[in-house]
Structure formats: structure tokens, C-alpha cells
């Protein structure tokens, strides 16, 4: 029995009672975080060497859907650690439910596609609910590695290439997973991870050596990390990588540092999975009781699956090698975060959510029109769409016929089952007047498209060709996609391409050669009736890139925030930065993305802090229209991005209808990390863009003065 009852932990500063009274082993099972929770000992539970556990039952789960895990499981654990140990400590179960949990929401890279915090809130609140029920608390969510590289497959996984983008959609996610309050039976704890740096990985290979300039660091890839700390996230993962020579799961600067001291993060840092063990391959430490010992010294509270914590913590601290007070410190952060989940006052699950929470039909409705509003048309010649009475269709490509492909990488909870596959949507969608003609093989699909009146080809990557430890040194489309379009082609027949990825493709061929381009970031259980709907018009399509697409691998990395260096991009002269073999632009633009109707902006003006635009539908389809704010800092002590992201916002237009859409930007929004490492925003000339895409031209500039104010201004 309990010395005494979880119960009696009513206070934040009755976990400073229950510290004094645990062992030393005790202490280090609380910072051990196993996987597996179906194999776990019922024997370590009661003897408190299970402080939290990662709900996975292999290392691959971002690669592989896994079996439920049930609250009556998680209960009976629960049960044992709060009953039976000798202290009442509640297990936390942690889980990789990122971007859905039954209901599948549009994979992060999608997401970001929506430019739509409120979307990003609404889907996690969403997995949040479902999660919950069965008897998860903590969801290893969301990832803010910012990614430049279409190479690395995690790229799917994260928010994009703009580090403002990906700071109010982490905040968003926050909001979604934590609510106002964790301990609330339908929110959950959230994990901003890797800190921090993981996506410079070189080459697009997972798990290799990135560099990065503390400048790089602080103004690119921080951001989004430092929104979701003021967001108040719980929790964060350290990364795989290494910086500067040292691999983040032991990195002081980054843990303690940066994270806790300049930020003020109060919550508690997991490393990845055998982050820990990682640290000896990386050459840092010569055994898992040298890594223990640097994790935990530079700021690691959990170590996730490498045991090393749970064997060498007490024996280190023994032989004076590392304080108590090192090892209370992280004990002390991990009980308070169990206190703010409300589990020392509610540790179990009501084993009868379950069922009633799952794949509701009003959140499917909401996973719906998400999905429908992270489509973004790339191409539309002659509108090829909205497809208005065909009479006879086509409908091929690979993906066609998918149905957890849908889901992209991570999911670990979707049901195949519950997945209606693009091509039985499209049935349905138009229904039985229209007579369709389907085939598997390339050959056959070819010789159908003389008869039809357009085709829909869907082609794209299965989730299995991205995420984790799946990248690639050729980022065109799977083998054979390109002869069956290209054969297809040669028919004469109207071609839509559908295109289901996870990461940037390079989109070249199709851009010069199909009629319609269609490009659907893995979006999730309702992808079919999303995409249906919008080769019907039903829904016009509204998302925009949240990263740039190259024309081709040899560009990578490209971004639209680049510099613009000594010898400034001009495509035409000689000594400036160029490629000789290849136009310098991207494919497509950051930001850019079209819709059925065509939509105008005028009036672009800049009246004191206010920048506004009038813009107006043109077509006949309402729309939702994504307008975007940049500027360009023209002279500061660094060298600043030719253009920066700095406000974006959705808005709805009828048919015929004009708007103005206006912005207030303040002093503070033109800063960056300076000389000094600090947010400053150096008084000198800005100037200001306006429009539908980063493509937008600046057409304004402003003076703005010591004092943070605009002494002047002019149109350019
Ligand atoms: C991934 C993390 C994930 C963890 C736990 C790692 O391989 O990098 O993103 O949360 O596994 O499954």
C-alpha cells in the first residue's frame, strides 16, 4: 500500500513532499520512459521504475499503423502505480497522435497549406478528445522543424519554410492539445519537438549533421519553438541532431540555456527515442553512463527507450559523479507535470469514452473541411476545373484506389476501413449518369483515355516514400508516374493531376504538359470526399504553399526568405548569383496557390501602421482568399531576408464581391535576433508587400525612428 493516497496531492507544493519522501530509484524511474506499454513488468510498475511510458510498441511507429491502446490497459497500470506502490505516483502514457488520432486530420505540411490557426486548433482539439479516451495524455505534437529541404521526409511532418507561418500554427496547436487547462478530461499535454534544428540535416538525410549559425539558429529555426513556450506548451523533445558538436539530447546552450533561462520554460524535456544511447554513437560520451550523466547535467529530464537513466542515475549520483540536487530537479519537473494533467486527482480513464468519442460524425465534418482547405490548385489551363457535366471520366494513377495512404506518415490510429478512396468519392460525387473507366494497369488506362472526356490521374508518394528515415536523392514522382501521364498525354484527353505527397516533388513535366494540377498534402480519413468535391467545384480550392516547390533537386535548398547577397539575382546578367543550367525562380512561389475564380488586388496602401488591399472575385465561384504581408528591412547590422512573412489572413468572397483587407503592423513585427542575440528592431527604411502570394511586390516604404515610430513614408 501507498504510504499515503495520491489524493493527497492537492498542492503544487505537496510534490516537494512527495520528492522528500522517494529514493533515489524511485527518483530515476520517474525520468524513465519506456516503450511498450503491453510489455512492461507489473513488478518495475509497483516499484515505481516506470514514470512514463511512450505507447509504441517499436521504433518505426511513424512508419507503421499500431494496435489501440485501451484505457482499460492504461488503467490497469495506473491502478497498480497509484495503489499498490509504495508512493502514489501516476504513470503518464505519451503517444505520436500528430495529426489525428481516429479522425485523421491533413498531415502538419498540409496544415500549414490552410494558413488557418483556427483549423490547426479545432483538428487538435479534436485528436485531443479522441486521444484522451483512450487513456493517453501526452502526444509527442507538434512538430516545428522548420525544413528547407524537400530531400528529408520529416518534412511532411512539420509546418514548412517560414518561421512565422510555423510560429501561429504551433500556438494554434497549443491551444488545440492543451486548452486552458491539461487536466481537463478531453486535453491533453502537447510536445514541441526536436529541439532543435533537425531539419538542417545536410543532403535531406535524416539523422545527419546539420550547421548552424547561432544568427540561423535564433532567427529561423528558434521561432516557432519560442512561440509555442509563450503558447505555455508543456513539453519538448530534444533532437536527434547535434549542433555545433554537440548532439541536442546533451546540449546545455540549447536545454538550459536558451530554453529555461532566456525563455523561462518551466515543463519537462524528453529526449527521442534512445536519444540518450545516441549520444555514444555520436562520439559525446563513451557509454550510457557517461550520456546519462551529460543528459540530465544539460537540462534532460526523461529519457525515453534507452534505459540509461533508470540503470546509472542512482550509481552515479552515489559515486558523487552527478548531485541529487541534478536528479531532484528534473524528478521535480516531471511530478509537476503530472500535477498540471491532473493526474495525481484523477489518474484513470472513463473506460467508457472509447467508443462514444471515435470518428464522430461532427468531427468527421470538421476533418472535411480541413482537408478540403489544405488542397491547393497549382495549375488550372483553360478551367479544366470545376469539372461541370462530364459525361465520361477516367480515373487512374496509383493512388486512386488508396486508403491509408491517405493518412501520410504518423498515424498510428487511423482506420483504413473508415477511408472512402478518391476514386469511390468521385463516383459518388458525380454520380451514376457519369460512366467511368478505371484500370490498374498504365497500359490499359492509356488506351481508355481516347474514350473518356477528361482523366484524373492520382498520382503522388505513399506516406512509405517520407516521413522518418525515409528520404530521397530524387524528389520527381515514383517510378512509372511520369510515362503513364505522359502517355496519357499523347491521347489528347484533358489531364488532372491529382497530385497525394508529402513533400515538395518536383512538378516540372506536369506543370508544362497536364491541364490541371491538384496537389493534396496527405489529407487525412475524409481525402476522398475532399478532393471529390473540389474536381466538382463544390468546393474551390483554397489553400496556398507553405513551402517552396523546386524545379527541380539540383535548386535545393531554395526558399523564399533567401538573401540577397553581394552580387544580387538577376537571370539575365552575367557574375551574379545564377545557375547556368536552370532558371534561378522556383517552380512554384511560397505562398502561391490559384482557385476557380480569379481573384484581383488593387489598391495596395500603407497609411501609418495600417497596410491594406482591396481585392475582388472575379469568377463565378465563391472563394476564400489567403492574403499575405511581407516586408523587406533594407539595411540592418546583419543582413536581413529580401522578404519576410509577417501577417496573412483568410477571407471569404462571393461571387463579384470586393473587400478591403487590412492589417496593423507594429514596430516590434520588423525586428530579429541582432548583434546582440536579442529581439531588436533597428530604425532605418522598410519596405512593404501585399498579395496573394511572396511573389507580391513591395510597394511601399516606410522610415521607422528610434522611438519605434514611422517618421516617413513613401509609395515605390
Ligand atoms: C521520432 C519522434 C517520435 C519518437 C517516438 C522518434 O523516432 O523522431 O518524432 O516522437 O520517435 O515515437
Not at 27 to 44: S, T
Request: overall charge negative; charged content about 25%; glycine content about 8%.
Amino acid at each position: 500500500m501507498p504510504v499515503f493516497p495520491a489524493s493527497k496531492i492537492k498542492d503544487i507544493a505537496d510534490l516537494d513532499m512527495l520528492l522528500g519522501e522517494m529514493t533515489l530509484e524511485e527518483k530515476a524511474g520517474q525520468l524513465n520512459q519506456p516503450p511498450n506499454m503491453l510489455a512492461l513488468e507489473d513488478a518495475d510498475v509497483k516499484a515505481g521504475k516506470i514514470g512514463s511510458v511512450i505507447c509504441a510498441f517499436n521504433a518505426y511507429a511513424g512508419n507503421e499503423s499500431h494496435e489501440r491502446v485501451r484505457a482499460g490497459q492504461t488503467n490497469r497500470l495506473q491502478r497498480i502505480a497509484c495503489e499498490e506502490a509504495r508512493l502514489p505516483i501516476p504513470i503518464l502514457f505519451a503517444r505520436d497522435v500528430i495529426h489525428g488520432h481516429r479522425t485523421v486530420a491533413p498531415i502538419p505540411l498540409g496544415q500549414a497549406a490552410s494558413f488557418s490557426p483556427e483549423l490547426v486548433e479545432e483538428a487538435q482539439a479534436i485528436a485531443a478528445f479522441e486521444a484522451t479516451a483512450d487513456g493517453i495524455k501526452w502526444a509527442y505534437t507538434p512538430m516545428l522543424d522548420i525544413a528547407r529541404d524537400p530531400r528529408w521526409g520529416r518534412i511532411a511532418e512539420g509546418f514548412g519554410e517560414d518561421p512565422y507561418l510555423a510560429s501561429r500554427l504551433a500556438e494554434a496547436a497549443v491551444r488545440g492539445l492543451q486548452g486552458t487547462n491539461m487536466a481537463d478530461n478531453d486535453r491533453m499535454a502537447a510536445c514541441m519537438k526536436h529541439f532543435v534544428g533537425y531539419g538542417a540535416a545536410e543532403g535531406g538525410r535524416d539523422y545527419n549533421t546539420g550547421e548552424i549559425s547561432e544568427y540561423t539558429y535564433r532567427n529561423l529555426y528558434l521561432r516557432p519553438f519560442h512561440a509555442a513556450v509563450k503558447a505555455g506548451i508543456a513539453t519538448a523533445m530534444s533532437a536527434f541532431i547535434e549542433v555545433a558538436g554537440i548532439p541536442a539530447t546533451c546540449h546545455k546552450w540549447i536545454l538550459d540555456d536558451i530554453l529555461r533561462e532566456e525563455w523561462g520554460f518551466d515543463g519537462v524535456v524528453v529526449s527521442d527515442w534512445d536519444g540518450v544511447g545516441e549520444i555514444v554513437h555520436h562520439g559525446c560520451a563513451a557509454d550510457h553512463t557517461e550520456a546519462a550523466s551529460k543528459a540530465l547535467a544539460a537540462g534532460l529530464d526523461i529519457d525515453m527507450a534507452t534505459f540509461a537513466y533508470i540503470k546509472h542515475l542512482p550509481e552515479l549520483v552515489r559515486a558523487g559523479v552527478i548531485s541529487e540536487e541534478l536528479v531532484d530537479r528534473a524528478v521535480r519537473r516531471v511530478l509537476l507535470l503530472k500535477y498540471r494533467c491532473g493526474l495525481f486527482e484523477n489518474p484513470y480513464t472513463d473506460e467508457t469514452l472509447g467508443d462514444k468519442r471515435m470518428f464522430l460524425p461532427e468531427n468527421q465534418n470538421k476533418a472535411l473541411e480541413f482537408a478540403k482547405r489544405t488542397l491547393v490548385l497549382l495549375k488550372n489551363e483553360n478551367e479544366t476545373l470545376p469539372l461541370t457535366k462530364p459525361k465520361k471520366l477516367g480515373i487512374f494513377g496509383t493512388l486512386g484506389k488508396a486508403t491509408w495512404e491517405m493518412f501520410g506518415t504518423w498515424c498510428l490510429d487511423g482506420q483504413a476501413s473508415e477511408v472512402v478512396t478518391i476514386s469511390d468519392a468521385i463516383k459518388k460525387e458525380f454520380g451514376s449518369d457519369v460512366e467511368y473507366m478505371e484500370s490498374p494497369n498504365p497500359d490499359d488506362a492509356i488506351s481508355f483515355a481516347r474514350f473518356v472526356d477528361a482523366v484524373i490521374v492520382v498520382v503522388g508518394e505513399s506516406p512509405h516514400r517520407g516521413g522518418e528515415n525515409n528520404c530521397v536523392t530524387d524528389i520527381g514522382l515514383p517510378a512509372g508516374q511520369l510515362q503513364l501521364l505522359k502517355g496519357l498525354k499523347r491521347m489528347g484527353t484533358p489531364v488532372i493531376a491529382v497530385v497525394v505527397t508529402g513533400r515538395p516533388n518536383d512538378l516540372s513535366w506536369l506543370e508544362a504538359n497536364v491541364d490541371a494540377i491538384l496537389l493534396a498534402f496527405h489529407p487525412g480519413s475524409m481525402a476522398g470526399q475532399a478532393i471529390a468535391e473540389t474536381l466538382s467545384g463544390k468546393n474551390n480550392p483554397s489553400g496556398k504553399l507553405p513551402v517552396t516547390f523546386p524545379r527541380c533537386v539540383g535548386q535545393v535548398p531554395i526558399y523564399y526568405n533567401r538573401k540577397n547577397t553581394g552580387r544580387p539575382l538577376d537571370p539575365y546578367a552575367k557574375g551574379m548569383t545564377r545557375y547556368i543550367d536552370s532558371l534561378d525562380s522556383p517552380l512554384y512561389e511560397f505562398g502561391y496557390g490559384i482557385g476557380y475564380s480569379p481573384i484581383n488586388y488593387s489598391n495596395a496602401k500603407l497609411d501609418g501602421w495600417k497596410v491594406s488591399v482591396d481585392v475582388k472575385n472575379e469568377g463565378k465561384y465563391a472563394a476564400e482568399e489567403i492574403v499575405q504581408v511581407y516586408f523587406r528591412d533594407e539595411v540592418a547590422s546583419r543582413s536581413r531576408p529580401i522578404k519576410e512573412l509577417v501577417k496573412f489572413s483568410r477571407t471569404t468572397l462571393k461571387p463579384g464581391e470586393t473587400k478591403t483587407v487590412s492589417f496593423e503592423l507594429k514596430a516590434e513585427d520588423l525586428g530579429y535576433y541582432g548583434p546582440q542575440n536579442t529581439w531588436v528592431v533597428e530604425p532605418g527604411w522598410f519596405q512593404v508587400a501585399i498579395g496573394a502570394n511572396s511573389l507580391a511586390p513591395m510597394f511601399a516604404r516606410f522610415q521607422v525612428d528610434a522611438s519605434g515610430a514611422i517618421s516617413e513614408s513613401q509609395v515605390m
